[in-house]
């Protein structure tokens, strides 16, 4: 049986044979791209995703590159030139068309300005985009949520880098529609995330009518993603701790649930699967989640038992992730390779399984342990259907 990555990727989701599990490693630097496929002994960055055995490409807007570009600084530049970012360089922060602060020159992910916390001086206006309503920068923060205005979801440009990332790797890759920073995080990133959970607590309504705001948007951009004709949807909320959810039971279908069923009709409407990244443990939060539409759940943690994950949703949800990032800088190579064998054998058996770390890794895991992942990962992906 011979298939493209994006077929593999695609009868996984949908219980299908397929000749073997497909795989997705992704480093959270995109930076270190090119350093690391020369020590591989790679001819350049362009052949890494077939080193790693990847089969899902991430296509962004221009309003989501600052989340994964800010430290290339020409690819700032270009969109700054367009209206899409605002680059203080000589602070390391660049500021996205929500007016958010990300640190750049960091290794992972880190919002560090919340237009709506009212703790802005001056100086910061100055690298708003055009169109952000800098009044909000100084409110308290129900008059800020009720003047802050979204981004326009129908910018021109916004979608020409996703449209021409679906034309170039559909095949060779199922390219998936980035969702990352969808509702809730938006909100907490925008409000800062104590004043956010503390106005759910205390002054509701104000945060109803942020999400609401944040939703519309959402749904505007899932309208542009099954028009543009992609073949699965991504949401990303981080909803989870170590421990347990975030938020209670009673919040999430208060706060959360209804926005993500309204956000996620167009998908289901149009019968695309949905993808959901959200980080920790939400297992309380499945069966919800699989009502209004959930089929792919990443990225799988070990802090969620993987034998009970399998067992009591691996009928309604397919898993991606699982092999255990926060132990990859530590291990041996032989320890990688166990662990990553383990992993494949719980989540993989009878399929359902896209193999992969739990998160992204980060620029600690040494390469040794990298070429063990990775050829772990090629050793158990056939082997494991067949148990």
Known sequence: MTMTKEERVLRVINRKE???????????????????????????????????????????SRHDKVLFYRN???????????????PD???????????????????G????????????GPEVAGFMVPGFNRDVLGQEIEDAVANYTVPSPSQPGLYDDLAADLKKHSGDFLVIPCGY??????????????????????????VHDFLDKITEYRL????????????????????????????????????????FKRAWQPYNDAGIPIILHSCGNLIDFLPDLIDIGLRVLEPIQSCMDLKLL??????????????????????TP???????????????????????????????????????LVETIVEERKRVLEL
């Open 18 to 60: 397929v000749d073997y599990l497909p795989s997705q490693i992704t480093f959270s630097d995109r930076m270190r791209d090119k350093p690391l496929s020369e020590a591989l002994g790679l001819a350049g960055a362009h052949e890494l995703d077939d080193y790693l055995e990847n089969h899902l490409y991430l296509a962004l």
């Open 72 to 86: 290339d600084r020409a690819e700032m530049d270009r969109l700054q030139a367009m209206g899409y970012c605002g």
């Open 89 to 107: 360089w000589k602070n390391k922060i660049v500021y996205d068309a929500w007016g958010m602060g990300v640190k750049a020159g960091t290794d």
């Open 109 to 120: 992910f880190f919002a560090c300005f919340h237009p709506l916390q009212n703790q802005a």
């Open 181 to 206: 920073f969808g509702i809730f995080e938006r909100a907490w990133g925008l409000m800062g995330f104590p004043e956010f959970m503390i106005n759910m607590a205390v002054n509701p309504r104000v």
């Open 220 to 259: 505007e951009y899932a309208k542009q993603v099954v028009k543009m004709g992609f073949k699965v949807a991504h949401h990303g909320d981080d909803l989870g701790t170590q421990n347990g959810a975030l938020i209670s039971k009673q919040m999430f279908r208060e706060f959360i649930l209804p926005r």
């Open 310 to 331: 399998k067992r009591e949703f691996g009928k309604d949800l397919a898993f991606w992730g699982g092999i255990e990032t926060q132990k990859l800088p530590f291990l």
């Open 334 to 372: 032989e320890q990688v390779r166990q662990m990553t064998r383990d992993t494949i054998r719980v989540l993989g058996k009878g399929g359902g399984y896209i193999i992969g770390p739990s998160q992204e890794v980060m620029n600690d895991v040494p390469l040794t342990n990298v070429i063990a």
